[in-house]
């Protein structure tokens, strides 16, 4: 995994932690929703998890209440960048 989390990443995400299989293209889309997808926020949780185990480092607080799949993509490779910047 390169230090960003990509769309399709974070779908194979979702369908391990969450159990929901979305289309990472749909991921992308202006003004998707987590809602629109059935994730909610302890779906979230489980991929904040899964990525804090995998690099070593803590998710930048809220990205598990993200709304959005793009929100949720700034808040945790802000928290990525910061890590290899360290």
Do not use: C, I, W
Not at 26 to 52: I, K
């Amino acid at each position: 995994m390169s230090n960003n989390l990509s769309y399709p990443e974070l779908a194979a995400l979702l369908q391990a932690r969450a159990g929901v299989t979305v289309d990472p293209g749909d991921l992308e889309q202006p003004g998707a929703l987590f809602e629109e997808f059935g994730v909610d926020s302890l779906g979230l949780l489980g991929v904040v998890g899964e990525l804090e185990n995998r690099h070593g480092l803590k998710v930048t607080s809220g990205a598990e209440s993200a709304k959005t799949p793009a929100e949720f993509m700034d808040l945790v490779n802000t928290s990525l960048v910061t890590k290899a910047g360290a």
